[in-house]
Nanobody
Framework: QVQLVESGGDLVQPGGSLRLSCAVS????????MAWYRQAPGKQRELVAR???????NYADSVKGRFTISRDNDKNTVYLQMNSLRPEDTAVYYC????????WGQGTQVTVSS
């Protein structure tokens, strides 16, 4: 059974930082591209960052220079380091495993507010 479990979401003030984690089981993690998406209230889910099996990365323009995606193949975990957070980063953040099919986590809430 494939499981993706996100953690690390929280309430943080503007300018603050958070690190999200996504622990993956049930798939060959080292051979799977991974991504973080987010969905804000009333908006469509959007890609935030992606990391492929060779650890090449790409980011949404809105988070470039502030967010960093990384992976630890020994721990079957993908991370999203988020710095200089803004209120517009408020959303539910989802982890996604992208292989022959996609698998999704349950999401973790990130709220940026003073």
């Amino acid at each position: 059974q494939v499981q993706l479990v996100e953690s690390g979401g929280d309430l943080v003030q503007p300018g603050g930082s958070l690190r999200l984690s996504c622990a993956v089981s049930g798939i060959f993690f080292g051979f799977t591209n991974m991504a973080w998406y987010r969905q804000a209230p009333g908006k469509q889910r959007e890609l935030v960052a992606r990391i492929n099996i060779g650890s090449s990365t790409n980011y949404a323009d809105s988070v470039k220079g502030r967010f960093t995606i990384s992976r630890d193949n020994d721990k079957n975990t993908v991370y999203l380091q988020m710095n200089s957070l803004r209120p517009e980063d408020t959303a539910v953040y989802y982890c996604c495993a992208q292989g022959s099919r996609e698998y999704w986590g349950q999401g973790t809430q990130v709220t940026v507010s003073s």
